[in-house]
Every structure is written in structure tokens, then in C-alpha cells.
């Protein structure tokens, strides 16, 4: 394996593996006796992330770069 390859693996799993993580916890917050939330705070959260993930296979897709977006309920 060459060693790009090697280094795309090592980042690509573990980058990865803390994304998981991470939309897990926020998974988290769907408990209603720790949290208080309404529909919208849920629909611009699974809008954010869908749209990052959009962003991603884009970027696979291509060459082009986008601007960074920032989350904000």
C-alpha cells in the first residue's frame, strides 16, 4: 500500500469513527426529560447535517471547495 493510501486510511477511519460518535451524542438529545426542544430546533439540526454530508460526496465528486457553514439554532 502506498504510502497516501496508508495515511487516507489512518485519517479516513478515525475522522470517521468521531463523526459517528458525535451524531450519536447528539442523538442523545432527543431525550425529553433532560431537554427541552421543538420540531425546528430538530429540523435545522438533521437539515445542518445532511447538508454537511452533501457537502462531503461533493467534494469527493469534485475538486471544488466550499465555504465552511457554521451551526446555529
Known amino acids: 500500500m502506498s504510502e497516501k493510501r496508508e495515511k487516507f486510511v ?9 463523526a459517528l ?11 425529553r426529560r433532560a431537554y ?5 430546533d430538530v429540523k435545522k439540526i438533521v437539515k445542518a447535517l445532511r447538508d454537511a454530508v452533501s457537502d462531503l460526496e ?6 471544488a471547495i466550499s465555504e465552511k457553514d457554521v451551526f446555529k439554532l
Open 21 to 31: 460518535e458525535a451524531v450519536r451524542k447528539i442523538g442523545n438529545l432527543s431525550n
Open 58 to 63: 461533493r467534494k469527493f465528486g469534485s475538486s
Open 36 to 40: 427541552e426542544f421543538d420540531e425546528s
Open 10 to 18: 489512518k485519517l479516513a477511519e478515525g475522522r470517521t469513527q468521531l
